[in-house]
Antibody, heavy 122, light 106 residues
């Protein structure tokens, strides 16, 4: 079945970096863009970044531009999100989500990872 | 950036009630509007895409409408499993979410 499996929880100190992974399976990896969305405790959802399915086009949240990078390993069907210069306000659950561009669910995120808790604390 | 505003922020209702949640965009987004349901400790789940299309597997008591800047999510007859937080999201220009509507049992 189609699924996205993310790496485990991370605890980092302010100023450090974190790299979270998202392993896709059950579908053709290159046919869908992958997005990252984060959710701070008790807060709404915040879009972070996306990477295209079949090339290395990327787009980032203006708020995080310069501190965030999204990459992928196509043979490993895995997408990565790296966030540098971590601050306490980066504490959140980070989700990867498959972007649906087909008419079946056009423009929505139809498959989500289970989430990775990233805690930034001294 | 396009701002998405949901109302109400929280809502108390009973099983069997009809409820409506509204989402307004700060500029036109045509029909590039999605609705998600999120339960505590879980990832969001896509309910409605492109404003009014029911995602596969989602019960027909959920429906969406609207275009331009104003959209609604309606649940025709609340079931116990529907008590959750609901988010709208625009995908017209970059991607942004509403602040959420927490639907609680009365």
């Amino acid at each position: 079945q189609v699924q996205l499996v993310q790496s485990g929880a991370e605890v980092k100190k302010p100023g450090a970096s974190v790299k979270v992974s998202c392993k896709a399976s059950g579908y053709t990896f290159t046919r869908h863009a992958m997005h990252w969305v984060r959710q701070a405790p008790g807060q709404s959802l915040e879009w972070v970044a996306w990477i295209n399915g079949d090339n290395d086009n990327t787009k980032y949240s203006q708020k995080l531009q310069g501190r965030v990078a999204i990459t992928r390993d196509t043979p490993a069907t895995t997408v990565y999100l790296e966030l540098t210069s971590l601050r306490s306000e980066d504490t959140a659950v980070y989700y990867c989500a498959r972007f649906c561009s087909s008419m079946a669910c056009n423009g929505g995120y139809d498959v989500w990872g289970q989430g990775t808790m990233v805690t930034v604390s001294s | 950036d396009i701002q998405m505003t949901q109302s109400p922020s929280s809502l108390s209702a009973s099983v069997g009630d009809r409820v409506t949640i509204t989402c307004r965009a700060s500029q036109t987004i045509m029909k590039f509007l999605n609705w998600y349901q999120q339960k505590p400790g879980e990832a969001p789940k896509l309910l409605i895409y492109a404003a009014s299309n029911l995602q596969s597997g989602v019960p027909s008591r959920f429906s969406g409408s609207g275009s331009g800047t104003e959209f609604t999510l309606t649940i025709s007859s609340l079931q116990p499993e529907d008590f959750a937080t609901y988010y709208c999201q625009q995908s017209y220009s970059m991607y942004s979410f509403g602040q959420g509507t927490n639907l609680e049992i009365k």
